[in-house]
């Protein structure tokens, strides 16, 4: 079975600072997909960012960018120019055949101050 | 085009009474799941459905739990004889078909049940 663990119960930046966000997961598939989900105070849950295990190169989405190191089953976030807008929980999710059935992680509480 | 719609957005029951969830897909999506969040907890799947037919329901609670995506009208999740430990808030989402270019569930707004 699949896990997903995010170690940071919380967070909390300056504006315009850099965070990183930090996941890591446990599987035995080889061909998977890693997503960040952003979840503000409204409770929508608001897709970041996704990472395809197959592709090498790390996933950017403007101030977003992902570490993604498969042999360690890592998947770090970072935001760059963090803003008051990015205050939020942050949850890490894995998806075996794309969409289907995500396993997430236990989110990070994200606070950027002003 | 509208997102992923729930409805309602909260619903207050009564321990014993049923409660009925709705989600409407977005226009075009034939994939429907449905997850549960507990407070200060992620995401847990519950069950994925099809028009007609329930593909995974891996995540259901043996009893009580029920899920359905009828071929018109939007996907139902029922919870029979709520006790306190069912409040929490429960998304649904869509997506299109599973081809090797689709990765993206899109999620409605959750449904936040207190049982009381």
């Known amino acids: 079975a699949q896990t997903v663990t995010q170690s940071q119960p919380e967070m909390s930046v300056q504006e315009a600072e850099t965070v990183t966000l930090s996941c890591t997961y446990d599987?035995?598939?080889?061909?998977?997909?890693l997503f960040w989900y952003k979840q503000p105070p409204s409770r929508q849950m608001i897709l970041v960012i996704r990472?395809?295990?197959?592709?090498?190169q790390n996933a950017t989405e403007n101030r977003f960018s992902v570490n993604f190191q498969k042999a360690a089953k890592s998947f770090s976030l970072k935001i760059s120019d963090s803003q008051l807008g990015d205050t939020a929980m942050y949850f890490c999710?894995?998806?075996?055949?794309?969409?289907?059935?995500?396993?997430f992680g236990q989110g990070t509480r994200l606070t950027i101050n002003p | 085009n509208a997102g992923v719609m729930q409805n309602p957005r909260h619903l207050v029951r009564r321990r014993g009474q049923e409660a009925r969830l709705r989600c409407s897909p977005m226009k075009g999506h034939s994939h429907v799941y449905w997850y549960r969040q507990l407070p200060e907890e992620g995401l847990k799947f519950m069950v994925y459905l099809q028009k007609e037919n329930i593909i995974d329901e891996s995540g259901m609670p043996k009893e009580r739990f029920s899920a359905e995506f009828p071929k018109e009208g939007p996907s139902i999740l029922r919870i029979q004889q709520v006790v306190r430990g069912d409040s929490a808030a429960y998304f649904c989402?869509?997506?299109?078909?599973?081809?090797?270019?689709?990765?993206?569930?899109?999620f409605g707004q959750g449904t936040r049940l207190t049982v009381v």
């Open positions: 999710a894995f998806g075996y055949q794309g969409a289907q059935k995500l396993v």
């Open positions: 990472q395809e295990a197959y592709k090498q």
């Open positions: 989402a869509s997506s299109l078909t599973l081809d090797r270019g689709n990765t993206e569930a899109f």
């Open positions: 599987t035995s598939e080889n061909n998977y997909y």
